[in-house]
């Protein structure tokens, strides 16, 4: 990569950042193009310390698929990050404690990352390809005619000026085009978060077990695989094994409920950890594990109101916004976001083409926003905990991950095209996150098991089916039909018929048997 510049050259890109954001979009969009000038600005220099503190340790099914089939890092996944359990919740008690989980990996394969190992791979497959400028910060841009203005400065407080079609900020929380443009909102999500890493494997396998017969995960020798959840009244705490050296911990919490000052150092944390998980506070104590680091974050969550521009700029990743870390989907909304940019970019998009890119790019994050939005003060009551991960859990992979998996969020016709059933599901999946915040309306499942296997569930059937042999437009239409009147189905089971328990298991073993349809909704 070129480290120097000529009297202001122009380029095609000018991507803010050289992040996890900024570098899977130069990728991607050299694969589009092959000849567009790429320049990329980073305020740090290459390589990252592996280990690197930073937020997004974890893939879900659209993140994997975007990091491995879109990007093109499938074997540097598979042979340089740990292979992912999905996801398991752990609620404990003075007497025992309660799993839902996994027995065995999904059907689809999804990782644990060390953001700063797999940031330098896609480094080094970029360096002949783009110039990247490092240490140097974008201080401001300046649209004039046709081309991009962006003065940055360097180390030594010495500025120059870029010239560029295209700017993209993927600066992070840095948010150059957010503050510049007052594109901030507010998502209404009111939740805070510490986290560390400790040098080392931490193994629930060794301080969390059961003798139990009803007890399907006692024989699984590698539990620590999966992204856990210790979840409470008004917070959850990951554990999220990197390798064998080192794991991340973090808590999750609602501001309402627990305070930010009562963790915000290590022994804080610690402390905190004491009252309300000792046991993996014993365990983490008597290991003296060695901490590499520690973070906190207040007010995290936040979105731009706009993403693309006809001005010819656009903002990705943590420069565009931040949910929350509840089910890992920052990498999807990075891959859904950096999709519809090089769209724009390459394809010459018009105004009602952006305005629709916009108009989708919104709807997918407000419903990650329903998703998390009050969702931490019920989260030490198993049914809850129970009927909300399912739901959310299956929505995704019977909706989104079908659009994006089959390659159906590769061009705009197609979300165009079946615009009115996206806004229907959304709208159902707001109805049932309303429904679930108000615990008489939710009603109660006093009979679940302690141990909850997610496989031969809808969850399960929604996983392995996600992937289509046929991915023509006319199968994957009519696979959202069918998965709309499945998720139509189970909506009712959760609004109406409370039964929500019994068709977990019901529709799967319908579905799986071969009836090939949907079951249909039966009356309240």
């Known amino acids: 990569m070129s480290t120097s510049e000529s009297a202001t050259p122009v380029y095609d890109v000018l991507i803010v950042g050289a992040g996890l954001a900024g570098l899977t979009l130069s990728q991607q969009l050299l694969d589009a193009d092959p000849a567009l000038r790429i320049c990329l600005v980073h305020n740090r220099r290459f390589p990252n310390a592996e280990k690197v503190h930073k937020v997004g340790e974890s893939t879900v099914e659209i993140g994997a698929y975007y990091l491995r089939e879109i990007v093109g890092c499938g074997h540097h996944l598979e042979g340089d990050h740990l ?22 990996y999904p059907y689809h394969r999804t990782y644990q990352i060390d953001r700063g190992r797999l940031e330098n791979h896609l480094h080094e497959r970029l360096i002949d390809r783009v110039t990247l400028l490092e240490t140097m910060k974008a201080v401001d841009t300046v ?180 949910v929350d870390p509840m089910y890992s989907n920052g990498i999807d909304l990075i891959g859904l976001t950096n999709t519809m940019i090089t769209n724009a970019i390459t394809g010459r998009c018009d105004r009602a083409e952006i305005t629709r890119m916009n108009d989708l790019l919104r709807d997918v994050y407000h419903g990650f926003i329903a998703t998390h939005r009050d969702s931490l003060r019920r989260f030490d009551e198993w049914d809850y905990l129970f009927v909300k991960s399912n739901w959310d859990t299956t929505f995704y992979f019977l909706f989104m991950c079908v659009l994006f998996m089959n390659g159906k969020f590769a061009t705009l016709d197609f979300p165009h095209g079946i615009y009115a059933l996206i806004k229907e599901l959304y709208a159902l999946h707001d109805e049932v996150m309303t429904c679930l915040r108000d615990p008489e309306r ?34 994957i239409i009519a696979k959202l039909e069918h998965n709309a009147d499945i998720l139509r189905h189970l ?33 309240a």
């Open 83 to 104: 292979r992912k359990m999905g996801l398991r919740f752990i609620r404990t008690s003075q007497t025992g404690y309660r799993e839902m989980g996994l027995p065995t």
């Open 143 to 322: 649209r004039e005619e046709d081309a991009y203005r962006t003065c940055v400065r360097d180390q030594r407080g010495a500025l120059s000026t870029l010239r560029s079609r295209w700017i993209v900020d993927a600066s992070g929380r840095g948010r150059m085009l957010m503050r510049k443009f007052g594109l901030q909102t507010d998502t209404g999500i009111d939740h805070s978060a510490v986290w560390f890493r400790l040098a080392g494997k931490v193994d629930i396998n060794a301080f969390m077990t059961s003798e139990r017969d009803d007890d399907p995960f006692r024989a699984v020798p590698d539990r620590s695989a999966s992204t856990t959840h210790f979840v409470g009244k008004g917070y959850w705490v990951w554990i999220i094994r990197l390798d064998e050296t080192a794991t991340s911990i973090g808590i999750v919490f609602d501001n309402t409920l627990h305070d930010l000052s009562a963790m915000s150092s290590h022994p804080l944390a610690m402390a905190w950890l004491a009252r309300h998980e000792p046991r993996l506070h014993a365990y983490l104590e008597g290991e003296e594990f060695e901490r590499l680091d520690f973070s906190m974050m207040r007010n995290y969550s936040y979105l731009a109101s706009c993403f693309l521009s006809t001005d010819q700029w656009a903002v990705t990743g943590e420069a565009a916004g931040f």
């Open 442 to 475: 939710m009603g109660r499942y006093d009979d679940l098991p302690d141990f909850i296997s997610l496989v031969g569930s809808i969850q399960d059937y929604a996983n392995r089916t996600i992937v289509s042999a046929d991915r023509s437009d006319a199968a």
């Open 491 to 523: 909506a009712a089971s959760i609004l109406e018929r409370k039964d929500f328990d019994v068709e977990f298991r019901a529709v799967f073993d319908r579905l799986d048997a071969g009836m090939g349809a949907a079951p249909a909704v039966r009356a």
